[in-house]
């Protein structure tokens, strides 16, 4: 279930990061590979961190009833 | 997940989305050169835009195909042309609350020229509308280069004056204030010339008016600014409008010819888009800005963390 969680906002990174691309016309290949990278890394991040804030609700929310 | 795995993780996924931008790039790109219908051309452009990928970070590419159907070449989110370059803003603007006068000459778009005049003949009388190329101060061998520049965009974005005839009420001006602009080397647009008989007493003039009608245009980078009026009565009115296009942070000739593409063709053609505060072309050509300035660097960091 990680991985795919993690596949996903790899996905949506990629298809977000190919987004900005069109919106913003960078005039060079490498300005466009930074914008997909860094759409990638940061949907991964915010990805990752979602999944773990919502396991450490769950085990609270468990800890406490 | 350990530190170290999740490290690894990060470096692995940025290879990974190195190769796909590698590859958008390189296909957007050669999309724009490949003829609409030539699909050898088409073929022949994924075949190097797998090798760049995998020269990149050893990816595959498996989501880009030809359509070999009746309706020719079928590119995935591509487009067959270049589009035209879109003028970008950098600056700040007033709101204005009274509207450009409606007449027949108001409604015609004003036609873009330039012109090297000195501070006492600024504004040109009857002009429809005017704007001055402002520098903070004289050339330093620490910003002749930029001022060089942004001379070469002048001379290079806007017909002479003298070279049209457009009634005077039809033009937006362009300033160059130089102390002799009747001088030999001003008419062969010798920039060492004009940056050398800049005249600072106009910029200050057009700091001190723009100021006067938009507080918050601090003018406190290095410039040089572009400062416009239309119609050019408006200047020290306050709630008129008042453009300033700030080119403090572009220093390369592309940047600051983007700016000037976006003061002529927008600025100057319509002058009711001059927009004030949050504007999205800001966020838009910052990250441009900064993507093209900052990209080829971080993909060599990423190529030299992860190995070849």
Known sequence: MNLVNHALSVAVGVILGAGVVWWVRPDKPAGVAFIVVVSTLLCFVLGASAALLSRLVGKSGNGGG | MTLVSMTLVSVTLARLSLACGVVVASVTAGFAACPPDDLKCLEDLLKAGKKASSAAGGGKTRSLSI?????????????????????????????????????????????????????????????????????????????????????????????????????????????????????????????????????????????????????????????????????????????????????????????IDHKFLFWKSQIVLDPAKWRSGFSLDRIRVAIHDFADQYGQSMLDAIKLVGGK
């Open chain 2, 67 to 255: 359509d070999r159907g009746s309706g020719g070449p079928v590119p995935a989110g591509s487009v067959a042309t270049p589009p035209p370059p879109r003028p970008q803003p950098g600056g700040i603007v007033v709101k204005a609350t009274a509207a450009r006068p409606h007449s027949a000459e108001a409604d015609a778009a004003l036609t873009p020229v330039r012109e090297y005049l000195r501070a006492a003949e600024i504004p040109p009388p009857g002009v429809g509308a005017y704007g001055l190329v402002v520098f903070q101060s004289k050339a330093t061998p620490a910003n002749r280069d930029k001022l060089t520049m942004v001379c070469r965009s002048f001379v290079a974005f806007f017909p002479r004056g003298a070279d049209t005839d457009v009634p005077i009420g039809d033009r937006m001006i362009t300033v160059w204030p130089v102390d002799d602009p009747a001088s030999p080397r001003a008419a062969a647009d010798d920039c060492d010339f004009v940056i050398d008989h800049y005249e600072l007493s106009a910029a200050e003039a057009a700091i001190r008016d723009a100021h006067r009608q938009q507080p918050e245009a601090t003018f406190q980078g290095e410039g040089p600014y572009l400062v416009g009026w239309s119609p050019s009565s408006t200047r020290g009115v306050p709630d008129k409008l008042v453009l300033v296009i700030d080119m403090s942070a572009d220093n390369s000739q592309a940047s």
